[in-house]
């Protein structure tokens, strides 16, 4: 992935651990085509700002983030990348969406913190 991805990255305060963030559909797409090549696991999270339920799954996904680093996690606001969400057929905010070589593995609706991290268990090797 050799593109320089600096300007997506946002650090999250309270760990080293790094949440990717996209506010441009092309720059998610040569992010997106270029991971899929690998065997690591993806977990995006589709959210927007004013969804009081994706408040929940925030820390959710920074505690996952913060466990599991050998997996990529990802933000993703659907009223920006809204092309990205109906790609993924996100109906529902907040879905979280597991992806291992380019290909949806599972998907989990709302702040599921136990069994969100089930299935990273089961994805992750």
């Not at 905010?93 to 136990?114: A, C, D, F, H, S």
Request: aromatic fraction near 10%; charge should be neutral; glycine fraction near 2%.
């Amino acid at each position: 992935m050799g593109a320089n991805f600096s300007d997506l990255v946002h650090r999250s305060p309270d760990s080293s651990q790094i949440l990717l963030t996209f506010h441009s559909t092309a720059k998610w797409k040569a992010y997106f085509d270029a991971y899929k090549e690998t065997n690591k696991l993806m977990v995006i999270d589709f959210m927007a700002t004013w969804c009081i339920p994706c408040k929940y799954t925030e820390p959710v996904i920074r505690e996952c983030a913060a466990k599991y680093t050998d997996v990529e996690f990802i933000k993703l606001d659907v009223d920006e990348l809204m092309e990205v969400a109906q790609a993924f057929q996100v109906q529902v905010l907040p879905t979280i969406i597991l992806i291992k070589n380019g290909k949806v593995v599972e998907k989990v609706i709302g702040p599921k913190r136990e069994e969100l991290q089930k299935l990273i268990e089961k994805h992750r090797n």
